[in-house]
């Protein structure tokens, strides 16, 4: 089993910046690409950013030039450097994993639990 704990999350002003962590642990083989969703009250879930595990990056147009995705393969961690922030970016962020356990095993795909980003004066 693979479990993703998030951590980082806050209240900050608007034009402020938070630093996301996100860490895979337990059984864990391989991780291929390593993304953030968030979802926002009444709002439909969206992805934010992606990184495939050869450092390719891809970003929602609404957080391009403001956030940064990175990932740490040696710890199994994947970061959200966000910086400008709006108040349209205060939702719960999500981590999600495609990895898999064992050599042969299928790939899957995993999620923490969130991680609340209010952007507020």
């Known amino acids: 089993q693979v479990q993703l704990v998030e951590s980082g999350g806050g209240l900050v002003q608007p034009g402020g910046s938070l630093r996301l962590s996100c860490a895979a642990s337990?059984?864990?083989?391989?991780?291929?690409?390593l993304n953030w969703f968030r979802q926002a009250p009444g709002k439909e879930s969206e992805s934010v950013a992606s990184?495939?595990?050869?450092?390719?990056?891809n970003y929602a147009d609404s957080v391009k030039g403001r956030f940064t995705i990175a990932r740490d393969n040696a710890k199994n961690a994947v970061y959200l450097q966000m910086n400008s922030l709006k108040a349209e970016d205060t939702a719960v962020y999500y981590c999600?994993?495609?990895?898999?356990?064992?050599?042969?095993?299928?790939?899957?795909?995993?999620w923490g639990q969130g991680t609340q980003v209010t952007v507020s004066l």
């Open positions: 990184i495939t595990s050869g450092g390719s990056a």
């Open positions: 999600s994993a495609e990895a898999r356990e064992r050599r042969w095993s299928s790939w899957w795909q995993y």
């Open positions: 337990g059984r864990i083989f391989s991780i291929n690409t």
